[in-house]
T-cell receptor, first 111, second 114 residues
Framework: LAKTTQPISMDSYEGQEVNITCSHN???????ITWYQQFPSQGPRFIIQ???TKVTNEVASLFIPADRKSSTLSLPRVSLSDTAVYYC????????????FGTGTLLAVQP | SAVISQKPSRDICQRGTSLTIQCQVD?????MFWYRQQPGQSLTLIAT?????????ESGFVIDKFPISRPNLTFSTLTVSNMSPEDSSIYLC???????????FGQGTRLTVV
């Protein structure tokens, strides 16, 4: 399984754009890159998924370079309610589709 | 999408006892997954539960401590046996997160062992 590395924490202010980068040097050819958000006392929630180039939805954008060894989650104009832990995942495991979580990035948005 | 209901949402248990956590999904799913999230930590996969077969446990987790049932395609239970304070965590169930689709998680069960 491809291991992911992302910053432990980030700080931002309301209205700013936040970019969280994740490294996954050992990504496999058939692996997708998925980001989840977790608020305290809740289970993780899907944000966005991509395979290559750029993906955008109503919540975020995901930028993936050609070599796919990293990805960047972009949150436009964050608000206080975006304070959460953000997890970057690669895969799942081909046989069982299980998800292996890394450390995640705690994003703290301040007023 | 899938809606997952976990019960109980929280519990305080005496050491040496066992607690069974239930996970109900509103649709039939092939795989269900159980995770543990210790305070301030990320999620750690405990086991994968397929209907009609034994659960597959990750390194560091054993069936005697965390027996799992999967009687049908919409339901699973995880038992935390002979609990100690080190078992105090949030336990979450999740349903199939294939490479191309999102995974869905329950709200979690916050367990405190005293």
């Amino acid at each position: 399984l491809a291991k992911t590395t992302q910053p432990i924490s980030m700080d931002s202010y309301e209205g700013q754009e936040v970019n969280i980068t994740c490294s996954h040097n050992n990504i496999a050819t058939n692996d997708y890159i998925t980001w989840y958000q977790q608020f305290p006392s809740q289970g993780p929630r899907f944000i966005i998924q991509g395979y290559k180039t750029k993906v955008t939805n109503e919540v975020a954008s995901l930028f993936i370079p050609a070599d796919r060894k990293s990805s960047t989650l972009s949150l436009p104009r964050v608000s206080l309610s975006d304070t959460a832990v953000y997890y970057c995942l690669v895969g799942g495991d081909g046989a069982t589709n299980k998800l292996i979580f890394g450390t995640g990035t705690l994003l703290a948005v301040q007023p | 999408s899938a809606v997952i209901s976990q019960k109980p949402s929280r519990d305080i248990c005496q050491r040496g006892t066992s607690l069974t956590i239930q996970c109900q999904v509103d649709s039939q799913v092939t795989m269900m997954f159980w995770y543990r999230q210790q305070p301030g930590q990320s999620l750690t996969l405990i086991a994968t539960a397929n209907q009609g077969s034994e659960a597959t446990y990750e390194s560091g987790f054993v069936i005697d401590k965390f027996p799992i049932s999967r009687p049908n395609l919409t339901f699973s239970t995880l038992t935390v046996s002979n609990m100690s304070p080190e078992d105090s965590s949030i336990y979450l169930c999740s349903v199939d997160g294939r490479g191309e689709t999102e995974a869905f998680f329950g709200q979690g069960t916050r367990l405190t062992v005293v």
